[in-house]
């Protein structure tokens, strides 16, 4: 059969449309030589004057009192910026509201990396919302430095683009104080509170497991609650019925006050009580919970109190200028959190030495041996830990200040054997 003229231009039109598409294929898939190439010498957020970061964290609601991290962050990057940046770049901090809420997280999440094209983030607040983001942030790859979580989930097993905590980790941290409360004030009768959500289990579950290892102590009652409860009259009630000799709260801040009140309206004063760091170790708590409320409770502590470590040159620094910056807000932990997350990451990217791609940034954090250059105690890394913080100190409010009370105790994650360095 003869074929048309106008046939034979249709075959031949889509024989050249098939063999342009294999080369699009062979030159612009994932295999493509110049592309990986390119792609090793750029990285997204990055320019020659200028580094975006990204900071997700509530701003407003209940838990807005960790709002004092993103302020904290941004005076570091003014100071850096201010001294001519950071090899030759200026820093920029590109910060979302979340409310604390995971829904609102991953939503943000999507809008700093794909949208705002930050070159990294850096210490993200609140367990549940960290983890609802954890799989969209390690799918892009985008460098996650210092959450502001304390599970273990984001450090073990270690996760490439995942490096370190901001906070102690939870799990270690309620072995520490489980131990300080039986050994070092010789509570027998422990009551255990917890936040019903994925920051407060961690906690809660370490701890009744860790019970096993002291024969002469026992858990005598458990108590939950919502990071957004106000009333806590019915757990203050089961807690004196159980007649603890120490309460553990693994709470953030508002939580914690509010059981204290709850606690100490029905005088229920007796107990020590213990809470987790980052719900307790800021001066805020004072007013939060009354200063009379909140005397004599303990926590812990990673960086030296600004109120008692005056003399501390690198503390003076931070206070002068974040009390310039935000001379209402209160100078201490979480703002202190902020400004230590801060200067990891600076120094990390100095140690690039300008070669700012994602994988020169995330093994810089492997030349990290004890450092301390940042207001942390030290910071470690290795492909083999993502920690970064395996030491800490024990703490008590006395007279409107957060005070250390032991030198610092370090416990090994793999083993979980706790010394203290007295």
């Not at 904290?72 to 604390?100: M, P, S």
């Not at 850096?122 to 502001?148: E, F, R, S």
């Not at 004890?370 to 290795?382: C, E, K, M």
């Amino acid at each position: 059969m003869k074929l048309s003229k106008t046939y034979l231009v249709l075959l031949a039109a889509m024989a050249m449309s098939i063999v342009l598409a294999a080369c699009s294929d062979k030159t612009t898939g994932g295999n493509n030589t110049e592309t990986d190439e390119k792609n090793e010498k750029t990285a997204q957020g990055v320019t020659d004057e200028e580094i975006l970061i990204g900071h997700l964290g509530p701003q407003t609601g209940p838990t807005a009192i960790y709002d004092l991290v993103r302020k904290g962050i941004e005076t570091h990057f003014e100071y850096v910026n201010e001294n001519g940046g950071v090899n030759g770049r200026k820093l920029k901090l590109i910060a979302y509201d979340d409310q604390y809420q995971p829904a609102k997280t991953v939503q943000l999440a999507k809008k700093l990396v794909d949208e705002d094209k930050v070159f990294a983030v850096l210490g993200n607040i609140c367990t549940p919302c960290n983890t609802a983001a954890k799989d969209y942030y390690v799918q892009k790859g985008v460098p996650m430095v210092l959450v502001n979580s304390g599970a273990k989930e984001f450090v073990d097993p270690p996760i490439d683009s995942y490096m370190g905590s901001a906070v102690f980790n939870y799990q270690a941290e309620a072995k520490i104080f489980l131990d300080y409360a039986v050994t070092k004030l010789g509570a027998k009768k422990i009551a255990l509170a917890y936040q019903n959500d994925d920051f407060g289990k961690e906690f809660f579950e370490s701890a009744k497991e860790a019970i096993g290892n002291y024969p002469d102590a026992e858990i005598v009652t458990e108590v939950t609650f919502l990071a957004t409860d106000t009333d806590f009259s019915s757990q203050a009630k089961k807690l004196e019925n159980a007649n603890p000799d120490a309460v553990l709260n693994f709470a953030t801040p508002n939580p914690a006050a509010n059981l204290k009140k709850a606690m100490h309206k029905i005088g229920l004063d007796q107990p020590d009580y213990i809470v987790s760091t980052v719900g307790a170790n800021d001066t805020n708590l004072f007013e939060l919970a009354g200063k009379e409320v909140w005397e004599g409770t303990y926590s812990g502590g990673i960086f030296p109190m600004p109120e008692t470590s005056t003399n501390d040159e690198d503390v003076k620094l931070f206070v002068e200028r974040f009390s310039k910056n935000y001379p209402n807000d209160p100078a201490t932990s979480f703002s202190e959190n902020g400004w230590a997350v801060a200067q990891v990451l600076v120094e990390a990217i100095k140690r690039t030495e300008g070669d700012l791609t994602w994988e020169n940034f995330l093994n810089a954090f492997y030349t990290f041996d004890n450092w301390d250059g940042s207001l942390y105690a030290g910071v470690t890394f290795s492909e083999d830990n993502h920690y970064g913080l395996t030491s800490m100190f024990m703490t008590e409010a006395k007279d409107g200040k957060i005070v250390p009370i032991t030198e610092p105790i370090t416990i090994d994650p793999s083993s979980g054997e706790i010394k203290y360095n007295e």
